[in-house]
């Protein structure tokens, strides 16, 4: 990438990146709890070292007293460590309970898919908009990032969101937050991903919701990913087995989101979008029971925006939907 | 320690004809010798070697920061300078550091044995750790490896240009060398006792490098089999870790950090060891909670092994893992913390003399707590999201194993340099230098934890301009801390030539090392001591 694919946002200097959503502001009181306690110990450390230097410094003749017995030694020693660990105890539950609302899968009003690759962040929006290094979002909706890699692993990162999601090959991540503030924020890749991965970076803005829709109608181009979806779910041939023939060799996808798959193997999976990626690349995977492992890979013919779409369109894919298409009522 | 024939050499200024460095001072008398105190300097000449070598790469990193855009190196030697000085300067520098030098040194003759239970073995892992670092010098001189010392899939194994295979062939064969050494000193402690030295009156330095060798034998094979199949992959497309063939690119930061955990334990036990020895000398005061000692080392040495998934809270590994090991790590932090309230207690009503080790000493307990505290912030799963891969986490680690393992590396340095030498140093020079490095090392990363906070990502070679300031700051402190190593560099090379000759025990210090000549004869003591008390007997 050259240099004027940056597109950092003016913002200088934040010792305390601005707090965009309310998850922003409940880890900064984290921080802050942090930072106070730390100060605390460190001042008592310090204040230790320095009184005990004066007091019992070499020069200082004189006998000393004799130190504490070894059981008052015990204890000093053990309820040190169990005040300690109640209190990580404490500070155990206040990190994991915030980090499990941000990762946790939800419902969302907005779903953002979102590939890294040497040296760029590829957006694509629920209706189909792209756009590369940017992340455009509405202030006050959920939004839920779905975020992959077409290389190397890659790391989304949003301090003022104070959110950071590896992107991993082979693997969809995900993220949730709400923004609470309109403005421009950084957007940095964390993760060494190569020579340019100082300048894989880029900016989110934050609109209004009116502004984001008249974004979207400003730049939308292109079908929305379900569409275009069914577009490459044709195009690549995938009916052929899966929807057109009377005797399909291959299982209907119609309804097949979210439905539990008996597999050869006897086992059983819940068709989820790792599961159907993972049909579409390693079809020998999961193999369902009752059929012949004779579905090709895709593996190096679709790219991650594409397996994106398709998973997108199977997803849009109604329950019963396809009967009505069929020439006549295939066996399954 | 108390021992049965009475210590009355404190103090004794005597010229001795023959020691362990006077005779047979020849090329063949020291690359094949196997006495453990020879094969320890070895080790001190090579480390101090790669040292400064990592310095030189860390200085122009640090010059290349000093402005946002990357116009000092191109990006590409920018990431090869990065990767040269983590490489060098935690499998060269940092893991053996300690055990290598002051372990090979003192294990032997603080439990009282001529020498290692296996001396030739002790050579032998000299000769590794020189042809790995070798190997790795290589690869990095001549074509460089932009990984990063952690060398993370797929990148290491499909998509860099660089001389991944032989630089990682380096840290397999250093690997070795690590494992032998650990070997040695766990045979030794469980073989070589003098009578009477039971467990319970063994010096916490022992306990520590006992502990150090058990995580090294136990972990270290990991690595080695996780570069194995980095190296295999890359050479062969095995698509272990190549999602595009079934495999799992995180399945290498699992096994990595299995193994890289544990060797930040490798790095942190002798240095506690020896800050132990050091508090307990310079406050004349037996060390508080002995037992409680012991028990953090055991503890930190074995949950050690259970918190590697900290390194991986954003990387997709699950929700629940990621719980798991925030709580692990959370426990694995308690027995840190005990120590440093046992060492603040050891002080407690002695008579402190602050020497030149007890000021590195001191730094220590100072960085080593910032650098714990901060560890804390990172355990916090939430506060990790943000601040993880940023420069909060350079400066944490930077905090313990530099503020940590490196100055206490130093203060046993300058604890046992009349023991190894039979000379003193300058105690001016060596107090300046020990200010130097830790205003120098604050003033270095103190700015970091900031720019972290603030967003900055790590392994930046450009970086908006709004980061500048506070990396200007970081540069001057660099400079500064330069100093600080520079110095002892040179003072203690100076007192090798025209130090004052050293008494047996110039800090009336117990421990039998002490009771042994300075510099000792060949096979350490002249008699096998006898150990009837317990150690510390301070007062
Ligand atoms: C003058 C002293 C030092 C300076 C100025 C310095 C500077 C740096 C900087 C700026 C980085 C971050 C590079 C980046 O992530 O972009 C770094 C990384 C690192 N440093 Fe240092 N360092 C110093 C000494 C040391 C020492 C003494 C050690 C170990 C003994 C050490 C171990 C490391 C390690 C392990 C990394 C991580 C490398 C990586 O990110 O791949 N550093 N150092
Ligand atoms: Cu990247």
């Known amino acids: ?332 | 320690m108390t021992v049965a024939s009475h210590p009355e050499n404190h103090h004794r200024e005597h010229d001795y004809p023959e020691h362990y460095l006077s005779s047979n001072w020849t090329l063949r008398g020291w690359l094949l010798t196997v006495d453990h105190k020879r094969i320890a300097w070895l080790y001190t000449v090579s480390i101090t070697g790669f040292f400064f070598l990592g310095g030189i790469a860390a200085l122009l990193i640090r010059l290349e920061l000093i402005t946002a855009p990357g116009d000092l190196l191109s990006a590409k030697v920018y990431n090869e300078m990065f990767s040269l000085h983590g490489i060098v300067m935690v499998w060269f520098f940092l893991i053996p550091s300690i055990p290598a030098t002051l372990g090979n040194f003192l294990m032997p003759m603080m439990v009282g044995a001529k020498d290692m239970a296996f001396p030739k073995l002790n050579l032998l892992s000299w000769y590794i750790y020189t042809v790995g670092g070798i190997f790795t010098l290589a690869a990095v001189l001549a074509g460089g490896v932009d990984t990063g010392w952690t060398f993370y899939t797929p990148y290491s194994s499909l998509f860099s240009n660089t001389s991944v295979i032989a630089a990682a062939t380096g840290v397999f064969v250093v690997g070795f060398s690590s494992i032998l050494t650990g070997l040695n000193f766990m045979v030794t402690t469980h073989t070589m006792r003098a009578p009477g030295l039971t467990w319970k009156r063994l010096p916490l330095f022992v306990w520590a490098n006992y502990a150090t060798g058990l995580i090294m034998v136990l972990a270290t094979p990991v690595l080695s089999v996780t570069l194995l199949l980095m190296g295999l992959e890359r050479g062969l497309g095995i698509g272990i870790f190549d999602p595009a063939l079934g495999g799992d690119p995180l399945l290498f930061q699992h096994l990595f950090w299995f193994y890289s955990h544990p060797a930040v334990y490798i790095m942190i036990l002798p240095a506690m060891g020896v800050v132990s020895e050091i508090i307990a000398c310079f406050s004349r005061n037996p060390v508080f909670g002995y037992k409680g000692m012991v028990l953090s080392i055991a503890a930190i040495a074995l949950f050690g092994f259970v918190v590697w998934g900290h390194h991986m809270f954003v990387s997709g590994q699950s929700l629940y893992s990621g719980i798991l090991f925030s709580f692990f790590t959370f426990l694995v932090a308690v027995p840190s913390a005990v120590k440093t309230l046992n060492w603040t207690a050891t002080m407690f009503r002695g008579r402190i003399w602050f020497s030149a080790p007890m000021i590195y000493a001191l730094s220590f307990l100072g960085l080593f707590t910032i650098g714990g505290l901060t560890g804390v912030f990172l355990a916090s799963l939430a506060l990790d999201v943000h601040l993880h891969d940023t420069y909060f986490v350079t400066a944490h680690f930077h905090y313990i194993m530099v503020g940590g393992a490196v100055t206490a590396y130093l203060g046993g340095l300058h604890f046992w340099w009349p023991k190894m030498t039979g000379r003193m140093y300058s105690e001016l020079w060596s107090k300046v230098a020990a200010l130097a490095l830790f205003i120098g090392f604050n003033l270095t990363f103190y700015p970091q934890f900031l720019l972290g906070y603030s967003g900055m990502p790590r392994r930046y070679h450009a970086y908006p301009e709004a980061f500048e300031f506070l990396h200007v700051l970081s540069s001057l402190g660099a400079g500064v801390l330069a100093i600080g190593y520079l110095l002892p560099l040179a003072y203690l090379a100076w007192s090798l030539w025209k130090g004052p000759r050293a008494p047996a025990n110039p800090w009336d210090a117990y421990g039998l090392e002490w009771r042994a000549n300075s510099p000792p004869i060949e096979h350490n003591f002249t008699e096998t001591p006898r150990v009837t008390g317990g150690p510390y007997a301070y007062d």
């Open chain 1, 1 to 332: 990438m050259s240099e004027q694919s940056i597109v950092d946002p003016d913002i200088g200097l934040q010792l305390i990146p601005t707090e965009a959503s309310d998850y922003a502001t409940q880890v900064d009181h984290l921080y802050f709890g942090l930072l106070g306690l730390s100060a605390l110990l460190v001042a008592i450390l310090v204040g230790l070292i320095v009184v005990f230097g004066f007091r019992y410094r070499r020069s200082r003749k004189g006998p000393r007293k004799p130190r504490f017995s070894d059981r008052v030694g015990h204890r000093i020693e053990i309820g040190f460590a169990a005040g300690l660990t109640l209190l990580f105890l404490g500070l155990f539950y206040w990190g994991g309970h915030l980090y499990m609302h941000l990762y946790d899968d939800q419902q969302s009003d907005i779903t953002v898919n979102i590939v890294g690759k040497q040296w760029m962040w590829k957006v694509q929006h629920p209706d189909g908009t792209r756009e590369i290094n940017t992340l455009h979002v509405p202030v006050g909706e959920s939004v839920k990032l779905r975020l992959t890699s077409q290389d190397v692993i890659h790391s989304f990162s949003i301090p003022a969101l104070r959110l950071k999601r590896d992107a991993v090959p082979g693997l969809y991540t995900t993220a949730h937050f709400v923004a609470t503030k309109t403005g421009e924020y950084r957007l940095f890749c964390a993760e060494y991903c190569g020579n340019e991965h100082s300048k894989m970076r880029g900016r989110i803005v934050v609109l209004s919701q009116a502004d984001y829709q008249e974004w979207l109608t400003r730049h939308g181009e292109g079908p929305s990913p379900a569409v275009a979806g069914r577009q490459l779910f044709q195009s690549h041939g995938c009916t052929g087995c899966h929807q057109d023939s009377a005797q399909t060799p291959a299982p209907a996808l119609d309804g097949l989101y979210g439905r539990t798959v008996p597999l050869d193997n006897g086992s059983t999976i819940v068709a989820d979008e790792a599961y159907i990626r993972d049909s579409i690349l390693q079809p020998q995977k999961h193999v369902v029971a009752g059929f012949q492992p004779i579905m090709p890979s895709f593996s190096g013919q679709l790219s991650e925006s594409e397996i994106f779409e398709l998973i997108a369109y199977i997803k849009s894919l109604q329950p019963g939907e396809w009967n009505q298409d069929r020439a006549s009522g295939a066996p399954q």
